[in-house]
């Protein structure tokens, strides 16, 4: 469609190239298959979750038929147990160094990484995004900078559902490394609009509402949308070898332009004079860059080159399960929808025979029962007697109560088991036991292989935990000076920063940390009290090995203990240290005098022997 008839209230001159592209593009995004695909699904699967698995219309129904609506949620259970599995086990983003000289800048990385991720709640926050990836099958773990304070700004970073943001529907790449831009609501009051942004005209935005234009107001809340885009753009860059770095840069050609005067004018020297430096050759290519806009339909709010030196987008996607055909996301829970739905029923049809099932018909001969009418208001009471006419015992009986079909216990036990088969949640997993006597090798193996059925949720959700800290580490780089970073490190990190006290990347000792681009890699470590208390009993058993070669301190922090503990023990273990040491000094002073004491004597002996050979000569030659 012709971009007139789709935005005929849009001026092109007043509105750069970028903007009306982003509209454009949020509108047909939003609109695409794998996106409406995806936000009609989510609610149903967060209703089916939490346990609201009828709409309106069935539960109408069954009021009118007068029958139980009973929900038996066979979901939540499987649900949770499969975020426990996520929860269970901490991990805690690793650096990494790639080459031996990099160790020092990865265990000040690491340090510095391991501070952030607990200060932030890293871990936890990661983990809040498997739980609605489980659910409903996408979510967001998204960056930014809080600059409220704008000389001391914050990493920050926060969930967004996954009807909060928008990607590209051409997207097959779980990273969004394919993907042409990221779109993320956020729907404000009126209040916040113009503390923040006085010039948007709000009124415009209630009138721009139409087929073909995207929503930027919400009439029943009344909430106005600010739409934050980044997206991809080929621009073209001029790469060359930096004469003063000896690196292959590249920078756009005006800045290359300006690069080059600088160049020309030449450089200060220490003598006073400027040393002029040839302009390098160059080459041209197309790159693709990461931009953003903030945008809110026809205002421009800010834009530009994204301030991240991280190259993608400051989002990391988690995903459970994918439908290629229509490249949407889903979760486990929509698998089990249909099993559960059967459930349902057949239960609820179970519970209305039982209600609703005749007893047995009491048949009889006229007169024969004395008390009928009795019988007809009392008959369910324990201390009722059936009082019957003299030799009409053969002529009162009762006709048995129709059997309950077994065909409602085989169709439940094969819905339970499809649930079980389609979300890779069996019994064993549920921790329900089989048997008494199986062998506990085997119930392992079971589990083992019920959590192979689940390895791609737990492998995106690992992919996803990794680009994650990629992403912090990259903002801690850019973001945290090298000062904090010592002071969050203490004495390890002065340490490691004076190894070589060296900022310039061409000498050796290079421990600047806002580098290390391609010389650190992000890893996980598995955090929890077991592998602790691990790590402590090995340093325990190599320092009673090797008496004095480890101090009690680095034990101890291994070592699930009150910090007054730990430090007790470590006083007195350096108060040991210092009266052994003082007994140390004590033998060697001893040792001293005595090798003086035993010098002075041999000197003496050596005197007395020369003095008496003197006296012999001298009497030899009288």
Same mark, same amino acid.
């Given at each position: 469609?012709?971009?007139a008839e789709?935005?005929?209230f849009?001026?092109?001159k007043?509105i750069s190239?970028?903007?009306?592209?982003?509209?454009?593009?949020?509108?047909?995004?939003e609109?695409s298959t794998?996106?409406?695909?995806?936000?009609?699904a989510?609610?149903v699967?967060?209703?089916?979750?939490a346990g609201k698995?009828d709409n309106?219309?069935v539960?109408?129904?069954l009021?009118?038929?007068?029958r139980?609506?009973s929900?038996f949620n066979e979901?939540?259970?499987?649900?949770?147990m499969?975020?426990?599995?996520?929860?269970?086990?901490?991990?805690?983003p690793d650096v990494?160094?790639?080459g031996?000289?990099d160790?020092?800048?990865a265990?000040l990385m690491k340090?510095?990484l391991?501070?952030y991720?607990?200060?932030?709640?890293?871990v936890?926050?990661?983990v809040?995004?498997f739980?609605?990836?489980?659910?409903?099958?996408?979510?967001?773990?998204?960056?930014y900078?809080d600059t409220?304070?704008?000389?001391k700004?914050?990493?920050k970073m926060?969930?967004?559902?996954?009807t909060?943001f928008?990607?590209?529907?051409?997207?097959?790449?779980?990273?969004?490394?394919?993907g042409?831009?990221?779109?993320i609501?956020?729907?404000m009051t009126?209040a916040d *609009?113009k503390a923040?942004?006085?010039?948007? %005209? /709000?009124?415009? !935005?209630?009138?721009?509402v139409?087929?073909g234009y995207?929503l930027f107001?919400?009439?029943q809340?009344?909430l106005?949308?600010?739409?934050e885009?980044?997206?991809?753009?080929w621009?073209k860059?001029?790469?060359?070898?930096?004469p003063?770095t000896?690196?292959?840069e590249?920078?756009t050609i005006k800045?290359?332009r300006?690069?080059a005067e600088v160049?020309?004018?030449g450089?200060?020297?220490?003598n006073?004079?400027n040393?002029?430096i040839?302009v390098?050759a160059?080459y041209?290519?197309m790159?693709?860059?990461t931009h953003?806009m903030?945008f809110?339909?026809?205002?421009?709010?800010?834009g530009?080159?994204s301030?991240y030196n991280?190259?993608h987008f400051?989002?990391?996607?988690?995903g459970?399960y994918?439908d290629?055909?229509e490249n949407?996301?889903f979760g486990?829970?929509?698998?089990?929808?249909?099993p559960? *739905?059967?459930?349902?029923?057949?239960?609820? %049809? /179970?519970l209305? !025979?039982l209600?609703t099932?005749?007893?047995?018909i009491?048949?009889?001969?006229i007169?024969?029962?004395?008390n009928?009418?009795e019988?007809?208001?009392r008959s369910?009471?324990?201390?009722f007697?059936l009082e019957?006419a003299k030799?009409a015992?053969?002529?009162?009986?009762f006709e048995k109560?129709?059997?309950?079909s077994?065909?409602y216990?085989r169709?439940?036990?094969?819905m339970?088991q499809?649930?079980?088969?389609t979300?890779?949640?069996?019994d064993d997993l549920?921790?329900i036991?089989?048997?008494s006597?199986?062998?506990?090798i085997t119930v392992?193996?079971?589990?083992?292989s019920g959590i192979a059925v689940?390895?791609?949720?737990?492998d995106?959700f690992?992919q996803?935990?990794?680009?994650?800290g990629r992403i912090?580490m990259?903002?801690?780089?850019q973001?945290?000076?090298?000062?904090?970073?010592?002071r969050?490190?203490g004495?390890k990190?002065?340490?490691?920063?004076?190894?070589?006290?060296?900022?310039n990347?061409?000498?050796?000792?290079f421990n600047?940390?806002s580098?290390?681009e391609?010389d650190?890699?992000?890893d996980?470590q598995?955090e929890?009290s077991?592998?602790?208390?691990?790590?402590?009993?090995?340093l325990a058993?190599f320092?009673?090995?090797?008496?004095?070669s480890?101090?009690?301190?680095i034990?101890?922090?291994?070592?699930?203990l009150?910090?007054?503990?730990?430090?007790a023990v470590?006083?007195a273990?350096?108060e040991?240290?210092?009266r052994?040491q003082?007994?140390i000094d004590?033998?060697?002073?001893?040792?001293?005098?005595?090798l003086s004491l035993k010098?002075n004597?041999?000197?003496?002996?050596i005197a007395?022997?020369?003095e008496?050979a003197?006296?012999?000569?001298?009497?030899?030659n009288?």
């Amino acid at each position: 469609m012709p971009k007139a008839e789709r935005l005929p209230f849009v001026d092109e001159k007043k509105i750069s190239p970028d903007h009306l592209m982003l509209i454009e593009r949020l509108n047909d995004w939003e609109n695409s298959t794998p996106e409406t695909s995806f936000r009609n699904a989510a609610p149903v699967d967060y209703r089916f979750y939490a346990g609201k698995q009828d709409n309106a219309m069935v539960l109408a129904i069954l009021a009118e038929q007068n029958r139980p609506a009973s929900v038996f949620n066979e979901i939540k259970p499987k649900i949770d147990m499969l975020i426990g599995m996520a929860a269970q086990t901490k991990f805690q983003p690793d650096v990494v160094p790639t080459g031996k000289e990099d160790e020092p800048l990865a265990e000040l990385m690491k340090g510095a990484l391991a501070h952030y991720s607990k200060k932030s709640k890293f871990v936890n926050k990661c983990v809040d995004c498997f739980q609605h990836v489980v659910k409903v099958g996408r979510s967001m773990l998204y960056f930014y900078i809080d600059t409220q304070n704008p000389f001391k700004p914050v990493i920050k970073m926060k969930r967004l559902p996954g009807t909060n943001f928008i990607v590209d529907p051409q997207s097959i790449e779980y990273d969004m490394s394919d993907g042409r831009g990221l779109f993320i609501d956020k729907w404000m009051t009126e209040a916040d *609009i113009k503390a923040f942004w006085p010039h948007i %005209q /709000l009124e415009q !935005l209630q009138s721009h509402v139409g087929q073909g234009y995207p929503l930027f107001w919400n009439e029943q809340d009344d909430l106005y949308r600010v739409v934050e885009a980044w997206y991809r753009k080929w621009v073209k860059m001029r790469w060359f070898i930096n004469p003063l770095t000896g690196k292959e840069e590249s920078l756009t050609i005006k800045e290359f332009r300006q690069f080059a005067e600088v160049l020309k004018a030449g450089i200060p020297m220490e003598n006073g004079k400027n040393q002029v430096i040839p302009v390098p050759a160059f080459y041209d290519s197309m790159v693709q860059q990461t931009h953003y806009m903030l945008f809110s339909d026809l205002f421009t709010i800010e834009g530009g080159v994204s301030p991240y030196n991280y190259k993608h987008f400051p989002g990391v996607l988690f995903g459970a399960y994918k439908d290629d055909e229509e490249n949407s996301w889903f979760g486990a829970v929509r698998a089990m929808l249909d099993p559960q *739905i059967s459930l349902n029923t057949m239960r609820r %049809q /179970l519970l209305h !025979l039982l209600q609703t099932l005749p007893k047995g018909i009491l048949k009889h001969e006229i007169g024969a029962i004395l008390n009928i009418e009795e019988y007809e208001k009392r008959s369910a009471d324990p201390s009722f007697h059936l009082e019957m006419a003299k030799g009409a015992f053969e002529k009162v009986g009762f006709e048995k109560q129709p059997p309950i079909s077994p065909i409602y216990q085989r169709f439940d036990a094969t819905m339970s088991q499809s649930m079980k088969d389609t979300s890779g949640i069996q019994d064993d997993l549920m921790g329900i036991q089989q048997t008494s006597r199986e062998p506990g090798i085997t119930v392992q193996a079971r589990q083992q292989s019920g959590i192979a059925v689940l390895y791609i949720l737990f492998d995106n959700f690992r992919q996803s935990r990794l680009e994650s800290g990629r992403i912090y580490m990259s903002l801690i780089q850019q973001y945290v000076k090298a000062p904090e970073i010592i002071r969050i490190e203490g004495e390890k990190g002065k340490m490691l920063m004076q190894i070589n006290t060296q900022m310039n990347p061409e000498s050796e000792g290079f421990n600047d940390i806002s580098a290390g681009e391609y010389d650190l890699e992000i890893d996980e470590q598995v955090e929890n009290s077991t592998l602790r208390l691990a790590i402590a009993q090995m340093l325990a058993d190599f320092s009673q090995n090797n008496p004095g070669s480890i101090p009690p301190g680095i034990i101890m922090d291994y070592a699930n203990l009150p910090f007054s503990v730990k430090e007790a023990v470590q006083k007195a273990w350096e108060e040991a240290q210092l009266r052994e040491q003082e007994n140390i000094d004590a033998d060697r002073a001893l040792k001293i005098v005595e090798l003086s004491l035993k010098h002075n004597v041999e000197q003496e002996k050596i005197a007395a022997s020369v003095e008496a050979a003197k006296q012999t000569k001298e009497k030899t030659n009288d």
